[in-house]
Structure formats: structure tokens, C-alpha cells
């Protein structure tokens, strides 16, 4: 995968408009009036990365947004949900969360095909690839210092007073999403997997006991985060199509999912010196987050790590389904599979040493 900050989040906007032929702006322009915003002189360039949905820069005379939209054509159930992306942003502005402000809704797809929302562009630096390169040892500590910390208060959230107390079902958080995984892998067609079909009968007989409920982000991981331009603090957190009301070490043990993992396989740092890049080891990173919210040590940590990958797998066969109907948003959509039975064996390697069996 690249390893270079991605273009879409310098600290100037792209310039042109490339890439765009899925809006159209005059009639976006008209949307934006009676939103009342100022579009003279919009254009509009494709942001870089995703696999999911479209996201687009404008930028007008005066400022710049970021609009993000449902992809074209049929999608998997549940998948998609823009609304929910914009309602759990909107409940985090104000909370030791970084979210970027949201301008505003628009659930008419015949304006440019599907619903999309406006949100503000955030400046910083967004990376790929977790091990930061060209980032100096000490700033690339504190990044995943700050990273840690974002975790922790956005599962310090109090969901009812955030007015998310309906964003999803609490409890038996594991048991639906290993459900709603299955099906999903099930839906999206190819051929089995003997690890997936291992997995998916292992996984809802070992979950841990223990229930805790908050919001959760979904898709916490480094390319969903934007860092300042010149601090190592994390500025936005974007990209919360998958957030729910779930349980924290979910999300946790999904950033942590980076220590499993190879480069060369997935955006991860197994294999890599840590100690001279100045990344914390997983379980010092894990212990950091625990401590933070007074949490004891965690039980049966290599079902939650198991219980990602199996996930991550489903969710990219997905996007090669995706590919091969024609509605990806990412070029790279149809590589995506070959991914899916690596992750799936390192899952259930982490199911197999288990402390769960």
C-alpha cells in the first residue's frame, strides 16, 4: 500500500476538478444556496482512499467542504448509512472527540444520485501507512499517545446525554455483529473460505463474558484520522459509516488489529522495529488505554482480536463484490480479495491460542 501522507488532506486543498462526473454542480450550487451557503466559484476534485463511499473536496471562493455520498448502484444491506455518519458526528461536536463540524443533510437522491452530506474540511496530515514515515521518533510516539487518548474519551461518551441512545441496540454486541459479519460474507458471494467457515461457528460459541456498552467507532484506525499540520495531535476523526453503540474493546482490539498484521498484507506493523520508530508495543498500548480508564487487564484478549480480523475479511469481500458490480469507489476495490483468506487464517490463528477454548 502507498506510504506517503495522502493528498486529499494536505494542509492546502487540492486544486481542479477531476473525477467529478458524479456531481453535478450547478444543481449542488442551487442546494447550497438554500442552505445557505456562498457557491460562487465551486469545483469540486475526488478526495484520495476509501473503499466505500465517494468523497469529494469542494471548494468555493471563500472556503472549502467535504461532501461525502452513498456510492451508485445495489448495496448490502445496512451498508452505507451516510445519515448515521452525519448524526454521530453532529452528537460528538463539542466532546473531547475530534470530529469535524457538519454543515448539513440531504436526503434527495435525485440531486446528484444519491443522499450525501456537507461537512467542514479539516487541514492536517492523514497516513496510510501506522508506521508514519518521515515523522520524527518522538512526534510519532505522541501521535499514537493522542491516538490512545481519542479512544478513550470517545468511550467515555455518555451516549444518552449525546442524544445517541438510539444509535443501536445495546448488549449482545459481539453475538450481532459476528451475525451480521456472516451473513455479509455469506451475501457477497466467491468461494468459501475454510477459515471463515471455521471462524463462523467458533466465534459465537467463545465470546468473552462481560458487557459493556458505548459508542464505538467502527473503523478506528490510522488512515481515519487526521493529524495537525504541525503537532502530533489528532484533529478529526472521520469515517464513521460503522459506529453503533457496541462494546469498547471492539474498537480497541480493531486499531490493535495493526500489530497482527504484516505491511505487505494490510496496513499493519508486525514484523517492523518498533522500538526505533518509537511505536508502542501492542500490549503497552493496550495497558496505557486500560489504565486510562480504570479498567483491570484484559481477559481473553486474542478473541477481540480474532473476532476483527474475521470482520475485516468479510468487510473486503465485500468491497470486491462491490468492485465486481461496477460501485466501488476505490481503483483498488478488486485487489481487496486477495486479502480476504490471509486475514481470515490469521484470525483464526489468534482463535486457536485463544484463552477462550
Known amino acids: ?73 445495489a448495496l448490502l444491506p445496512s451498508a452505507h448509512a451516510i445519515d448515521r455518519e452525519y448524526r454521530v458526528m453532529q452528537a460528538l461536536n463539542g466532546s473531547g472527540v475530534p470530529v469535524p463540524r457538519m454543515v448539513a443533510y440531504c436526503d434527495d437522491a435525485s440531486l446528484i444520485g444519491t443522499p450525501f452530506f456537507l461537512m467542514e474540511y479539516v487541514r492536517g496530515r492523514n497516513f496510510i501507512d501506522p508506521t508514519l514515515p518521515g515523522i520524527a521518533v518522538a512526534e510519532r510516539k505522541a501521535i499514537y499517545a493522542d491516538i490512545n487518548r481519542v479512544l478513550v474519551s470517545l468511550h467515555g461518551v455518555d451516549h444518552r446525554a449525546a442524544g445517541l441512545d438510539t444509535f443501536g441496540r445495546p448488549g449482545n454486541y459481539f453475538a450481532r455483529q459476528i451475525d451480521r459479519w456472516s451473513r455479509q460474507y455469506r451475501s457477497s458471494g466467491g468461494a468459501p473460505i475454510e477459515a471463515m467457515e471455521a471462524l463462523m461457528e467458533w466465534l459465537p460459541a467463545h465470546i468473552p463474558h462481560g458487557d459493556e456498552t458505548c459508542v464505538v467507532h467502527g473503523d478506528m484506525r490510522m488512515d481515519n484520522l487526521i493529524i495537525h499540520p504541525t503537532e502530533p495531535r489528532v484533529v478529526a476523526v472521520l469515517d464513521w459509516e460503522l459506529s453503533t453503540l457496541g462494546h469498547p474493546l471492539a474498537d480497541l482490539s480493531y486499531f490493535c488489529m495493526s500489530w497482527c498484521v504484516p505491511p505487505e498484507l494490510w496496513r499493519g506493523v508486525a514484523g517492523v522495529d518498533l522500538t526505533a520508530l518509537g511505536i508502542p508495543q501492542e500490549h503497552a498500548f493496550v495497558e496505557d488505554y486500560c489504565r486510562a480508564r480504570g479498567i483491570d487487564a484484559i481477559r481473553n484478549w486474542d478473541f477481540y ?43 483464526w490463528r489468534c482463535a486457536r491460542r485463544s484463552g477462550t477454548q
Open 1 to 73: 500500500m502507498p506510504s506517503s501522507p495522502l493528498v486529499s488532506n494536505l494542509t492546502s486543498p487540492p486544486g481542479g476538478s477531476v473525477g467529478c462526473a458524479d456531481l453535478d454542480l450547478e444543481r449542488l450550487a442551487g442546494w447550497m444556496r438554500q442552505a445557505g451557503l456562498d457557491p460562487r466559484g465551486l469545483n469540486a476534485c475526488v478526495l484520495s482512499g476509501g473503499q466505500s463511499n465517494p468523497t469529494f473536496l469542494l471548494q468555493t471562493a471563500s472556503d472549502a467542504f467535504v461532501l461525502r455520498k452513498q456510492p451508485p448502484g
Open 305 to 347: 482480536l480474532a473476532y476483527n480480523l474475521f470482520r475485516m475479511a468479510a468487510i473486503l469481500r465485500g468491497v470486491a463484490a462491490r468492485s465486481a458490480g461496477g460501485n466501488a469507489s476505490a481503483a483498488d476495490a478488486a485487489s481487496m480479495e486477495a486479502k480476504v483468506r490471509p486475514l481470515a487464517d490469521l484470525s
